[in-house]
Nanobody
């Protein structure tokens, strides 16, 4: 089992920044690819960014490319999502997830955090 706890969400004005953190415990963190997903009201959960086990490769959704940065610190068992130039359409609950493969589908991730709300006001 892997337990994931997100933090860092909140209310921010458009154009502002937030940094989300996801702390992992349980099994060896570096064994897992990690992803950040988000779900807005009435919409499906979608991948935002993902990172390989070692952190040497990343992927971003087109909607956040150039504004968001995913990173990880395997020594601290933590994955981060730096979000800059936030837009109202970024408003959602953000989830981190751990999986065995570097994949984009939600079903490829075995473990999920409880989510953290990000609200961007216009």
């Amino acid at each position: 089992q892997v337990q994931l706890v997100e933090s860092g969400g909140g209310l921010v004005q458009a154009g502002g920044s937030l940094r989300l953190s996801c702390a992992a415990s349980g099994r060896t963190f570096s064994n897992y690819a990690m992803g950040w997903f988000r779900q807005a009201p009435g919409k499906e959960r979608e991948v935002v960014a993902r990172i390989t086990r070692s952190g040497d490769n990343t992927y971003y959704a087109d909607s956040v490319e150039g504004r968001f940065t995913i990173s990880r610190d395997n020594a601290k068992n933590t994955v981060y999502l730096q979000m800059n130039s936030l837009k109202p359409e970024d408003t959602a609950v953000y989830y981190c997830a751990a999986g065995w493969v570097f994949a984009a589908r939600t079903r490829d991730y075995e473990y999920w955090g409880q989510g953290t709300q990000v609200t961007v006001s216009s």
